[in-house]
């Protein structure tokens, strides 16, 4: 008998379920989506029904009043952090202190041209999620939105210029962080 035919007419018992914890070893994270994934899939299956039901254009404009209060409250939030810490709001500490794991989400190549902190994505677990799942034109709203946000809420003196995008078609995201006031 198979496991589903067992379960139909035998139900659980911890007897049976015994090696689920070492299959779950051996099988490690193979599976699983990353955790900023599975937020893409989630907002962007959100978003492919709010814009089927309301139109492109309205569709859109809720989705944006949306992901903007997100984002500052992901700001807002991430300073609180770095203040609870005894910490000033610095770029710096915004990267110390954020609320995700850039370097498993993005797989940042960062380099300082100018004085100004250049970050290049080519690896986006967010946006590779919801492409999985052929919502990547959604995702692409919620990129088109929120990073301005966060920034704001967490430190407006923070410029921020984004100067390819997964919306452009390219392959990759740029993030141009400035601080330096001449560069401003």
């Keep these: 008998m198979n496991d589903l035919e067992r379960e139909k007419e035998s139900g659980f018992d911890f007897e049976y379920l015994g090696d689920v914890i070492d299959k779950k070893r051996e099988v490690g994270d193979k599976f699983q989506t990353p955790g900023f994934g599975l937020a893409a899939q989630l907002f962007s299956s959100v978003a492919k029904f709010v814009i089927e039901k309301m139109g492109a254009e309205e569709g859109e404009a809720l989705l944006k009043e949306a992901i903007e209060y997100f984002g500052l ?10 203040k609870a810490e005894g910490k000033i709001l610095s770029l710096k500490n915004w990267l110390i202190y954020s609320d995700i794991d ?3 989400n ?3 190549v960062t380099s ?8 290049k994505i080519k690896h986006c677990t967010f946006y590779k999620a919801a492409e999985d799942w052929g919502l990547g034109d959604y995702a692409k709203i919620y990129c088109k939105y929120v990073d301005y946000k966060i920034l704001e809420g967490y430190n407006p003196d923070v410029k921020l210029i984004l100067k390819q995008r997964q919306v452009t078609g390219k392959n990759r ?3 141009q962080y400035v601080m330096k006031e001449q560069n401003k």
């Design 73 to 82: 409250e992901r700001g807002k939030q991430i300073a609180e952090k770095v």
């Design 102 to 104: 850039s370097m498993k």
């Design 106 to 108: 993005f797989r940042p």
């Design 112 to 119: 300082t041209p100018n004085e100004d902190l250049v970050v």
């Design 173 to 175: 995201c740029v993030f």
